[in-house]
């Protein structure tokens, strides 16, 4: 599987971005997909996943109202909204695959992904 990341840039605070995955092989009803973010010095960090078969979502607490993740089977792609940006949403944005658990156990597996996107930079002005 590859996955590639799209849709980053530079936005004003309390701007919006929508973040684009496309996925080249074929997502299986067990598997999630997320985003990921690793602002610069910190580790990398769960942001957002959908449960492919199921459409189930799970967000950290710090984008919980603000970012809406998607799918669209027929593509093969998934989509990060982005709302009322903040100037800490800034960061490098990585999709990445999961097989065998749902959304809700992706964002637990930290670093423990089976495939990752090249990442996308957000950078929120003040």
């Known amino acids: 599987v590859q996955l590639q990341a799209s849709g980053g840039g530079l936005v004003q605070a309390g701007g919006s971005l929508r973040l684009s995955c496309v996925a080249s092989g074929r997502a299986f009803s067990s598997t999630a997909r997320g985003w990921f973010r690793q602002a610069p010095g910190k580790e990398r960090e769960f942001v957002a996943a959908v449960s492919w078969g199921g459409g189930r979502t799970y967000y950290a607490d710090s984008v919980k109202g603000r970012f809406t993740i998607s799918r669209d089977s027929a593509k093969n792609t998934m989509y990060l909204q982005m709302n009322s940006l903040k100037p800490e949403d800034t960061a490098v944005y990585y999709c990445?695959?999961?097989?065998?658990?749902?959304?809700?156990?992706?964002?637990?597996?930290?670093?423990?992904?089976?495939?990752w996107g090249q990442g996308t930079q957000v950078t929120v002005s003040s």
């Open positions: 990445g695959e999961k097989r065998g658990y749902n959304a809700q156990a992706m964002s637990m597996m930290g670093k423990h992904i089976d495939y």
